[in-house]
């Protein structure tokens, strides 16, 4: 296994083989905060960010659940920017709110599959069979991605990562004040306007691949905060992996009202199905040119 030192300073415990310090683990981020580094220099705009990203649904914001609870410093990195304290609804404030969540580092494999079943009529006496039309549906959306650990603070980000999946896959129960509702749903953004259009998802499985190939890191505790005076660090940690791959499957799911009421084949056909950008709206800065005409609410998106 490789560890990251610097032979000039102290930086592993007495008896720890080999185990790095806090401080250690601290040098190797550009921040105390947790996060990832999204942009150089600048903020990055919605309407040119086209990664694939994974949010909790607009209400989540205003339960306190999971990164948007402040108290909740493991999933902290999930919405808060490296080299400050700067959330995304200062970045975009008409088109996110503040919903970042999972923001995959590297463009992820993602497999996608609409389906219309038919079924078949034998007919006595007939040299074919006939087909009538049953129902149509779109499977189950597959993510595969890579993560890597380079320093502290993707560390953390990963680390709220797995946590975040987790947890999306559990209902509320027990002591929960919410004790009693299904997980929660999630929203599913990428790679612009009409590809991935804010589709409302649950996530049906998450699977993560610790490689036994790699070197791993040590990562420390989320709630700690370096500060160079304290030299008495408690030195529980993590060991992440400095590459692996996490897969997500992901089933959307629309209600019956957004169906009767607001889905159009011939809007659909013609990309109108999406959410249009406005305050009422938080989910997507690519809103729909063309304009839904036959959709009695108007303003549905995230139809694939």
């Known amino acids: 296994m490789g560890i990251l030192s610097n032979p000039n300073e102290n930086f592993y415990l007495p008896g720890s083989q080999g185990r790095q310090t806090p401080a250690a683990m601290f040098q190797y981020s550009t921040s105390t905060n947790g996060g990832i580094q999204f942009t150089t220099g600048s903020t990055l705009p919605d309407a040119d960010d086209w990664r694939v990203k994974i949010s909790l649904a607009p209400g989540a914001q205003n339960a306190g659940l999971f990164y948007f609870d402040p108290t909740n410093a493991l999933l902290q990195p999930l919405i808060t920017e490296v080299g400050g304290t700067k959330t995304f609804s200062t970045i ?24 219309a079943t038919y079924q078949e009529q034998k007919l006595t006496h007939n040299n074919y069979s006939q087909y009538y039309y049953e129902n149509s549906g779109v499977e189950p959306i597959t993510i595969s991605g890579d993560f890597t ?102 089933q ?53």
């Open 149 to 250: 650990v380079q320093n502290l603070a993707e560390g953390r980000y990963l680390l709220a990562t797995t946590y975040f999946f987790r947890a999306c896959t559990k209902m509320f129960f027990g002591t929960d004040q919410l004790a009693g509702n299904p997980p929660p749903m999630v929203y599913l953004n990428g790679f612009g306007q009409y590809i991935l259009p804010n589709v409302p998802c649950v996530i049906t499985n998450f699977q993560q691949t610790l490689p036994s190939d790699v070197d791993y890191m040590d990562i420390a505790d989320p709630a700690l905060r370096f500060n160079p005076k304290n030299v008495s660090y408690p030195t529980v940690s993590t060991r992440l992996p400095t590459t692996s791959t996490i897969s997500v499957t992901l």
């Open 252 to 304: 959307p799911v629309y209600s019956r009202l957004a169906q009767s009421q607001g889905f159009s084949l011939t809007d659909f056909a013609k990309g109108a199905m999406l959410n249009t950008l406005n305050p009422g709206n938080p989910a997507t800065a690519f809103g729909a040119q063309a304009k839904a005409t036959n959709s009695k609410l108007g303003l549905n998106g995230g139809f694939l």
């Open 92 to 115: 975009s404030k008409s088109a996110n709110s503040g919903r970042v969540g999972v923001v995959f580092p590297y463009t992820p494999q993602i497999q996608i599959v609409h389906r």
